[in-house]
T-cell receptor, first 113, second 115 residues
């Protein structure tokens, strides 16, 4: 299995809601990543998990809370988001953090009303 | 520090004609370089990668790229464009030093393929 899966595909939420994005991989990769991508822009790194520990946080606001329950799963918990947080959220994985090739999931399209 | 410059934000070709997407990089380390493709509302798919083996790298869907250290370039080519090649293309360098674990993206090139 060489796939990264993400659920849901689409999410619409109000500014007071709490929701979660989920990412899963079964390639035995030990590094997982969250990216945010705005229209017509490259992805921006948010978080890196290495061996289930948070290793990089790119100064992301606390309304985004990542969680890595095990080596195959990565969640992104969302609370009190702003309309400007509307974007495509991409998950990726790699063999190890710093090993070069990252595999990307299809993304979750998030709309904050 | 590492950086990537994609020289064209938009490239338009006719179906069946060659494709050239240009990328220059800057890295004080021996670089690992990638081209990713993103179709509308999809994730990123790896087209090809250079990791200090052969300088001419062949990828999926007929794409290839040549690493030229003297020109710090890693241009992407395809002999004959297909309608399905219309997408956003990102040239990427792997971070080193303080950027280890990160991918450094170019701003992207939109490829339009006309029938």
């Amino acid at each position: 299995d060489t796939e990264v899966t993400q659920t849901p595909k689409h999410l619409v939420m109000g500014m007071t809601n709490k929701k979660s994005l989920k990412c899963e991989q079964h390639m035995g990769h030990r590094a997982m990543y969250w990216y945010k991508q705005k229209a017509k822009k490259p992805p921006e790194l948010m978080f890196v998990y290495s061996y289930e520990k948070l290793s990089i946080n790119e100064s992301v606001p606390s309304r985004f809370s990542p969680e890595c329950p095990n080596s195959s799963l990565l969640n992104l918990h969302l609370h009190a988001l702003q309309p400007e947080d509307s974007a495509l959220y991409l998950c990726a994985s790699s063999r190890e953090a710093g090993s070069d090739e990252q595999f990307f999931g299809p993304g979750t399209r998030l709309t904050v009303l | 520090a590492q950086s990537v410059t994609q020289l064209d934000s938009h490239v338009s070709v006719s179906e069946g004609t060659p494709v050239l997407l240009r990328c220059n990089y800057s890295s004080s380390y021996s670089p690992s370089l990638f081209w990713y493709v993103q179709h509308p509302n999809k994730g990123l798919q790896l087209l090809l990668k250079y990791t200090s083996a052969a300088t001419l790298v062949k990828g999926i869907n007929g794409f290839e790229a040549e690493f030229k250290k003297s020109e710090t370039s890693f241009h992407l080519t395809k002999p004959s464009a297909h309608m399905s090649d219309a997408a956003e293309y990102f040239c990427v360098v792997s971070g080193r030093g303080s950027n280890t674990g990160k991918l450094i993206f170019g701003q992207g090139t939109t490829l339009q393929v006309k029938p």
